[in-house]
Nanobody, 116 residues
């Protein structure tokens, strides 16, 4: 069973930066695609960014040019660097790891609050 633990959330002023981390247990991390999702109050959870096992990335239009997803397989950790944060980025951010034929795992979430 894989466990994911997010960290790095917090309160930041608009225009500021945060870096989220997603640490995975076990030895299968490098085989999976990692996604960062967010859910704001009263809204559906949405995909923010994703990185494949091979390193290919994709971003939601709302964060392109501001957020960068990356991974360090040696550390079993994925990151989401968030720059130029806006109040509308306020949400709980979740990490997801999908490994074909193995499983689909979620972290517990970390709160990001951007003040105006």
């Amino acid at each position: 069973q894989v466990q994911l633990v997010e960290s790095g959330g917090g309160l930041v002023q608009a225009g500021g930066s945060l870096r989220l981390s997603c640490a995975a247990s076990g030895s299968t991390f490098s085989r999976g695609a990692v996604g960062w999702y967010r859910q704001a109050p009263g809204k559906q959870r949405e995909l923010v960014a994703q990185i494949s096992s091979g390193g290919s990335t994709m971003y939601a239009d709302s964060v392109k040019g501001r957020f960068t997803i990356s991974r360090d397989n040696a550390k079993n950790t994925a990151y989401l660097q968030m720059n130029s944060l806006k109040p509308e980025d306020t949400a709980v951010y979740y990490c997801r790891l999908r490994i074909t034929f193995v499983g689909d795992y979620w972290g517990q979430g970390t709160q990001v609050t951007v003040s105006s």
